[in-house]
C-alpha cells in the first residue's frame, strides 16, 4: 500500500500534503470503505430521533470513521463525504455542530464554511474545522467557532462539544402571560429579533406547548390567577424540562420563599408596575441577548 493512497476519494495529485498526515493517522488500522449511499442513509435516520447530532464534513471516510470512534457513545455521528451537499444536509438533520475538513476536491471547507455562515438556517450552526492547514485567522474570520489542527485529539474535541451544548442560542421562546396585551407587545418585539415564538395564557397550555414544542426559554408571569408556579413544579419534575432557563415576570416583589422554590433557574426577575412598557421590553432583550452569550 502507498501511503496517502488508501483515502477513498482522495486526490493525492491534487492533495499531495494529506500523504504527510496519513503516515501518523490512525486511519492505517482501518481501510475497509462504503459507498456514500450506505455511509449517510441509515445515520440520517438516526439523525431525526438523536437530540445530539454532529455532521462531520470531509472527503475521506476513515477521518469520519475515526470522529465516530471518538464521540459515538454521546453523539450521532453523521458522516458527509461529498461537501457540495453541506448546506443542504445540515438544514435536514439540524446538527448542534459540524466538523469541517479543509481540503477536499471540488468545492474545499472555507467554500462550504461561507455557505454555511451565508445561509440563515445554517448560520447560527457552531463549526468546528479539523484540518492538516493551520490558517486559523482567516477560519475564524469566515465564522468558524473553533478550529484544531489534525491530527485530533479525543479529549479536546469532546471539551469543544461539550461547550457548545452549554452555549446553544435561543430560539425558540415561549411567552405564558393572561394578560394579552403583554403577551403580543413580547411577542412583537422577541418576533422582530428572529426569535420563534409561542404563546400561553393559563398553566395547562403552557405546560403542553412545553411538551410539544421544547422551548429554549420560558417567559413567565409568575402573578397570573392561574398560578406559574403550577409551572415551576411541572418544570422542576418532568425529564428535560429542569434544563429549562426561566425569565419570570411579576407584579410584585417575590419573597425569598418564593425565589427559592424557582431554584435558581431563573436567569431575569422583571416588575411589571415599576417597569414602564419600554424598560421591560429592553431589560427582557438585553437578558436574552447576555444568556445567549455566555
Not at 470503505?33 to 447530532?53: G, H, L, N, R
Not at 465516530?68 to 458522516?79: A, D, I, M, S
Not at 402571560?177 to 411577542?187: A, E, F, K
Not at 431575569?268 to 445567549?292: A, F, H, P, Q, R
Amino acid at each position: 500500500m502507498i501511503m496517502g493512497t488508501h483515502c477513498a476519494g482522495m486526490k493525492i495529485a491534487a492533495y499531495p500534503e494529506k500523504v504527510d498526515f496519513c503516515k501518523t493517522c490512525e486511519l492505517i488500522q482501518n481501510i475497509a470503505t462504503k459507498p456514500e449511499e450506505e455511509f449517510t442513509s441509515a445515520e440520517i435516520k438516526m439523525a431525526e430521533t438523536a437530540k445530539k447530532t454532529v455532521l462531520s464534513i470531509d472527503d475521506n471516510p476513515e477521518a469520519i470513521d475515526i470522529i465516530r470512534k471518538y464521540l459515538g457513545e454521546e453523539y450521532n455521528v453523521v458522516g458527509l463525504l461529498n461537501a457540495e451537499d453541506a448546506v443542504k444536509r445540515a438544514k435536514e438533520i439540524r446538527p448542534m455542530a459540524i466538523t469541517l475538513d479543509i481540503m477536499m476536491p471540488r468545492k474545499d471547507g472555507w467554500q462550504v464554511l461561507r455557505e454555511l455562515k451565508g445561509n440563515p438556517e445554517t448560520q447560527d450552526i457552531p463549526v468546528i474545522v479539523l484540518s492538516i492547514v493551520d490558517d486559523q485567522r482567516l477560519g475564524f474570520s469566515l465564522g468558524a467557532a473553533e478550529y484544531i489542527i489534525k491530527p485530533v485529539e479525543k479529549d479536546v474535541l469532546l471539551k469543544k462539544l461539550k461547550t457548545f451544548e452549554k452555549t446553544t442560542k435561543i430560539k425558540r421562546v415561549l411567552i405564558v402571560d393572561n394578560d394579552s396585551n403583554t403577551v403580543r407587545l413580547i411577542g412583537n418585539v422577541l418576533e422582530e429579533g428572529e426569535y420563534q415564538v409561542t404563546t400561553a395564557y393559563n398553566s395547562e397550555d403552557a405546560i403542553k406547548s412545553i411538551q410539544d414544542l421544547r422551548p429554549d426559554l420560558v417567559v413567565l408571569n409568575l402573578t397570573m390567577p392561574e398560578t406559574g408556579f403550577d409551572i415551576i413544579e411541572y418544570l422542576k419534575t418532568e425529564k428535560g424540562g429542569k434544563e429549562i432557563p426561566l425569565i419570570v415576570l411579576t407584579q410584585k416583589d417575590l419573597t425569598k420563599k418564593e425565589i427559592d422554590e424557582l431554584n435558581g433557574r431563573i436567569h431575569g426577575i422583571l416588575n411589571k408596575v415599576i417597569l414602564t412598557k419600554e424598560d421591560l421590553l429592553k431589560e427582557l432583550k438585553d437578558t436574552i441577548s447576555k444568556m445567549s452569550r455566555k
